[in-house]
């Protein structure tokens, strides 16, 4: 991290001085720093003279004496609270009266940091993310006592540095850590209930929602020595808040070392650096004859639903009931099949759901969920009639919300609540997200894309189904969505 920014400093045109408490990991961050300017000479991406003056910018600092001219110093060392309150006192007799002091703290509170400090005022966060260079976001974090003009000029030497300045309150996780929380917490939910495997979650969020990672594809790579400890500190930091609780699953698996793709093991096992994924099921034979479909007159958009059936040459019945012999086809938003199937009288041994969250024609596999009553020859018959068209299709076990449903609703929920909290602006949130999580979107497009009012309404019948606060609306959604405002929507 520390060489990361370095280099993108030394490239703004500034001259860096890097210290270490090593004398030889000095050596290595320069040596480490030179060798990507020379490989960018070789590619014809600098000029030899370029990448000669940008060596000359890097010096190295053997004592912490040697950052006494520094007009700003920024750390990046362990993750310790102590350790850093140490540091920084250290610093703040060293440095001249105006120099700025910051830590790339990605968990500990800014305040905390500097609480000991004789001019907290000048210091402030400066969170980035690694890769250093390719990740072109920077958290500006105020302390409590942080003066507002030293997150400006901070935001205005990202820009120079080639990075985007998102603006942050002192809270935990700051923005990207907070609204990451929506993410792989709920995938490991979903999974820790024996709806799906982790393979078939990873599939269906990247192909209904367009991640380019899964949940668990993620963790593999950030690691769960790295991201396990984040789910903890923040909530216990917001006192064990229901919305960021962590799994036993990753709790089991650090304790194991089953961290992840460096490892060679994590949720996948890794051969050469490649993730061995398990095939996914065959697609059913047709039966000799399939039954014909009644579609629910709840279903959510049914008028596409029926033209799909039509498309996929299903016979479709139109009575106000099913027939004896119908496949019963539900798409709820946040209930269960198994709860649809007794509130609207269907037999519940040939009735499927489908998630329609997400309009077909927008995504690349669709999802059908059985309960638990459902008879294996109507399960396979409705796989086949959606499959029909080569379109992928996953068979998941009942649960409120599918599995993009809730997971989609609790990114958008907790994107809310972070602007609810106004920790951040909606710009800056969907910014550090899109840059920092590389999701397809900002969680407060995506819940506009997708509908606020359908949002809330699987957050609120998922919170009927399990009976768990954790899913209760932020103000924010309630709001925005009852007045039929854009979420990203700021008040005057």
Same mark, same amino acid.
């Given at each position: 991290?520390?060489?990361?920014i370095?280099?993108?400093a030394?490239?703004?045109?500034?001259?860096?001085?890097?210290h270490?408490?090593?004398p030889?990991?000095?050596e290595?961050?320069?040596?480490?720093i030179?060798?990507?300017?020379?490989?960018?000479?070789?590619?014809?991406?600098?000029?030899?003279?370029?990448?000669?003056?940008?060596?000359?910018?890097?010096?190295?600092?053997g004592?912490l004496?040697d950052?006494?001219?520094?007009?700003l110093?920024?750390?990046a060392i362990?993750?310790r609270?102590?350790v850093?309150?140490?540091?920084f006192a250290?610093?703040?007799?060293?440095?001249k009266?105006?120099?700025?002091?910051?830590?790339n703290?990605?968990?500990?509170?800014?305040?905390?940091?500097?609480?000991?400090?004789?001019?907290?005022e000048?210091f402030?966060?400066?969170?980035f993310?690694?890769?250093?260079?390719?990740m072109?976001?920077?958290?500006?974090?105020?302390?409590?006592?942080?003066?507002?003009?030293?997150c400006q000029?901070?935001?205005?030497?990202?820009q120079?540095?080639?990075?985007?300045a998102?603006q942050a309150?002192?809270?935990?996780?700051f923005?990207?850590?907070?609204?990451?929380?929506?993410?792989?917490?709920?995938?490991?939910?979903?999974?820790?209930e024996?709806?799906?495997?982790?393979?078939t979650?990873?599939?269906?969020?990247?192909?209904?929602v367009g991640?380019?990672l899964g949940?668990?594809?993620?963790m593999?790579?950030?690691a769960?020595?790295?991201?396990?400890?984040?789910?903890?500190?923040?909530?216990r930091?917001?006192?064990?808040?229901?919305?960021?609780?962590?799994s036993v699953?990753?709790?089991?698996?650090?304790?194991?070392g089953v961290?992840?793709?460096?490892?060679?093991?994590?949720?996948?096992?890794?051969v050469?650096g490649?993730?061995q994924v398990?095939?996914e099921p065959?697609?059913?034979?047709?039966p000799?004859?399939?039954p014909?479909?009644?579609v629910?007159?709840?279903?959510?958009r049914?008028?596409?639903?029926?033209?799909l059936?039509?498309d996929?040459?299903?016979?479709?019945?139109?009575?106000?009931?099913?027939?004896?012999?119908?496949?019963?086809?539900?798409?709820? @938003? &946040?209930?269960?099949?198994?709860?649809v199937? #007794?509130? *609207?009288? %269907?037999?519940?041994?040939?009735t =499927?759901g489908? +998630?329609?969250l997400?309009?077909?024609a927008?995504?690349?596999?669709?999802?059908?969920?059985?309960n638990?009553?459902?008879?294996?020859?109507y399960?396979?018959a409705?796989?086949a009639l959606?499959?029909?068209?080569?379109?992928?299709?996953?068979?998941?076990?009942d649960s409120?919300?599918?599995?993009?449903q809730?997971?989609?609703?609790?990114?958008?929920?907790?994107?809310?609540?972070?602007?609810?909290?106004?920790i951040?602006?909606?710009?800056?949130?969907?910014?550090?997200v899109?840059?920092?999580l590389?999701?397809?979107t900002?969680p407060?497009? @995506? &819940?506009?894309?997708?509908?606020?009012?359908e #949002?809330? *309404?699987v %957050?609120?019948?998922?919170?009927? =189904?399990?009976? +768990?606060?954790?899913y209760?609306?932020?103000?924010?959604?309630?709001?925005?969505?009852?007045?039929?405002?854009s979420?990203?929507?700021?008040?005057?």
């Open positions: 991290m520390g060489r990361g370095a280099q993108i030394a490239q703004a045109g500034s001259r860096v001085r890097i270490d408490t090593q030889k990991a000095i290595q961050a320069c040596a480490a030179t060798q990507q300017w020379d490989r960018q000479a070789e590619k014809g991406k600098l000029t030899p003279e370029q990448a000669s003056a940008l060596k000359s910018r890097l010096v190295p600092a004592e004496q950052l006494t001219d520094c007009d110093v920024i750390e362990v993750e609270l102590d850093k309150q140490q540091l250290q610093l703040e007799s060293l440095v009266p105006e120099a700025v002091l910051a830590t703290t990605s968990s500990l509170s800014v305040t905390a940091i500097a609480a000991g400090l004789k001019h907290p000048r402030a966060g400066y969170h993310f690694n890769p250093v260079p390719l072109r976001v920077v958290e500006v974090i105020a302390g409590l006592k942080t003066d507002a003009g030293v000029r901070l935001a205005t030497y990202a120079e540095m080639g990075h985007q998102v309150q002192d809270t935990p996780g923005i990207v850590n907070h609204a990451g929380r929506g993410y792989g917490t709920e995938a490991l939910r979903v999974v820790s024996g709806i799906a495997d982790f393979a979650i990873d599939r269906i969020l990247k192909d209904q991640f380019r949940p668990f594809e993620l593999d790579l950030t769960l020595d790295v991201s396990h400890p984040v789910m903890e500190s923040i909530y930091q917001y006192y064990d808040e229901p919305r960021y609780r962590p699953i990753t709790a089991q698996r650090l304790a194991g961290v992840g793709k460096k490892v060679g093991e994590g949720f996948y096992r890794y050469d490649v993730a398990p095939p065959p697609t059913p034979a047709e000799h004859e399939m014909p479909v009644w629910s007159s709840r279903a959510v049914r008028a596409e639903l029926l033209q059936l039509k996929l040459g299903a016979r479709i019945e139109t009575g106000a009931s099913p027939s004896a012999q119908a496949l019963c086809l539900v798409a709820p @938003l &946040g209930f269960d099949v198994t709860t199937s #007794i509130v *609207e009288r %269907l037999d519940p041994t040939r =499927v489908i +998630d329609l997400v309009p077909d927008s995504t690349r596999r669709r999802v059908l969920a059985t638990p009553a459902t008879r294996a020859d399960r396979d409705a796989h959606m499959a029909r068209d080569g379109k992928a299709v996953s068979v998941i076990r409120g919300g599918f599995v993009t809730r997971v989609v609703a609790t990114i958008v929920n907790i994107a809310s609540d972070i602007c609810q909290q106004r951040c602006s909606p710009a800056d949130l969907e910014t550090a899109t840059l920092g590389g999701y397809p900002g407060l497009s @995506l &819940g506009d894309q997708l509908g606020p009012t #949002i809330l *309404e %957050l609120f019948n998922v919170q009927t =189904v399990y009976g +768990d606060p954790r209760r609306p932020s103000p924010w959604l309630r709001r925005r969505g009852a007045l039929g405002l979420l990203r929507h700021t008040e005057s």
